[in-house]
């Protein structure tokens, strides 16, 4: 808008400019006229023709200036038009600007919000590490307790086959000595 407002004032300047270099050799065509009209006086023809000539440029320079005139006027109505279709993008862009920014202080809410949520996740994720931290050490205690009573377990499971083997034998030796205790009682008895 500012370079079209600059460009419309350097017309009307330029314009104003030529208008005033019209009116200065007008000016002097008039001295002239009259400075002919002085000297040639008696050449009623030359005069005619010159004031003739005069006049179709007179005429010539009304036409131009009227058509410049117009031509300003079209282009101060452009002008007005573009500032206006402007004022209204400008308008358009000042509601986007704010619908964008409503847009991004709750974006930046809900980035507040799930960035406590990830602390907190972040906390109890933490907290779960140590707990299991905690539990595999127990289970790894336990695990050394269980080894340990299997250990044992098996020492003992050793001795009772052992005593089992034992008891055997000694049911046996007790079976033997039944049966001997038995043939002496037969031969006591006879």
């Known amino acids: 808008m500012e370079s079209s407002k600059l460009r419309a ?3 009307v300047r330029d314009l104003t400019t030529e208008n005033n270099a019209q009116a200065e050799r007008l000016k002097q065509m008039i001295a002239d006229y009259e400075q002919v ?21 007179i005429n010539n320079l009304s036409v131009n200036v009227q058509e410049k005139d117009a031509n300003i006027e079209e282009k101060i ?30 974006l930046s809410g809900q980035v507040k919000k799930l960035n406590g949520d990830l602390a907190e996740v972040r906390f109890d994720l ?22 340990k009573l299997s250990k044992q377990l098996s020492t003992v499971k050793a001795e009772v086959q052992q005593l089992k083997v034992d008891m ?6 007790i079976e033997r000595l039944k049966n001997n205790v038995s043939l002496l009682k037969n031969e006591i008895g006879k």
Do not use: C, P, W
Request: glycine share 4%; proline share 0%; charged share 40%.
């Open 168 to 173: 055997q034998t000694k049911d046996e030796t």
């Open 9 to 11: 004032e350097q017309r």
């Open 37 to 57: 009209k002085t000297d040639l006086m008696a050449s009623n023809a030359e005069k005619d023709e010159l004031i003739g000539k005069l006049n179709g440029e």
């Open 77 to 106: 109505y452009a002008f007005a038009y573009e500032k206006q279709r402007l004022t209204q993008q400008v308008d358009e862009y000042k509601t986007q600007v704010e619908s964008l920014n409503n847009e991004k202080q709750q």
């Open 126 to 147: 933490n907290r779960q590490k140590e707990e299991n931290t905690s539990l595999e050490h127990q289970l790894n205690k336990r695990g050394t307790e269980i080894e």
